[in-house]
Each structure stands twice: as C-alpha cells, then as structure tokens.
C-alpha cells in the first residue's frame, strides 16, 4: 500500500519514507540509496529529500525538541497523533495540547 492523498502532505522519515497524514508508504524520485541514507540520517540525503517535499524526521517520544528544546506542536492531519517541531523538522508520536500530562 502507498499513500494516495491528495496535494502533497508532508512526508515522516522513519524506517522508510512514510506520509505524514495516512502513514502509508511514500514514494519520491530520488535513488533508493539516496533515500536509504536520508532514513539513516545523512545530512546531504536528507536534504535531498527535504528538497523534494517537506519531510519530518522522527525521534523517540519526548517532552520538548531534542535539537532546540522548543515544545512540539500537535500535529492535526495524521490517523495517529503526533507532535512536530517546524523548526527542526522533527515528529514524535504522541498527544498534544496544552494539557497534556506526563
Ligand atoms: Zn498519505
Ligand atoms: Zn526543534
């Protein structure tokens, strides 16, 4: 299965390129090992990707950003919930909203 949304949602790199909004496999024009390298975390490979669409790198569920220590933000288009930091490009599963309890 691959992802059949309309426009362009935004894509996850987790173990592979994943739509943000139905989770379903994405598929981009870019050499396999480009995007193997991206996933694996190549700055060059994963600004190829970024290039091409705007992508989120996901990171373990955490509290604040790992890079700036910015809290997330929900994430409202996705089948499960996630938070995202737009500066960072990064995604985290989890709930958001301010009342959120950890
Ligand atoms: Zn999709
Ligand atoms: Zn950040």
């Known amino acids: ?9 935004p894509i ?6 994943r739509c ?3 989770d379903l496999d994405v598929e981009i024009p870019l050499p396999e090992a480009t995007v193997a390298r991206a996933v ?6 994963l600004r190829a990707v970024r ?5 989120y ?13 910015d809290s997330f933000e929900s994430y409202r288009y ?3 919930p996630q938070r995202v930091c737009e500066r960072c490009g990064i995604v985290v599963p989890g709930e958001g909203g301010p009342d959120i309890s950890w």
């Not at 694996?40 to 490979?45: F, L």
Request: aromatic letters at 2%; one cysteine or more; charged letters at 25%.
């Open 1 to 9: 299965m691959s992802c059949g949304c309309s426009g362009a949602p």
């Open 12 to 17: 996850k790199l987790s173990d592979r390129l």
């Open 20 to 22: 943000m909004n139905c």
């Open 40 to 45: 694996a975390g190549d700055p060059a490979s």
């Open 51 to 55: 290039a091409f669409r705007k992508c």
């Open 57 to 69: 790198v996901e990171r373990e569920a955490a509290r604040e950003c790992p890079e700036c220590g």
């Open 78 to 80: 996705g089948v499960s």
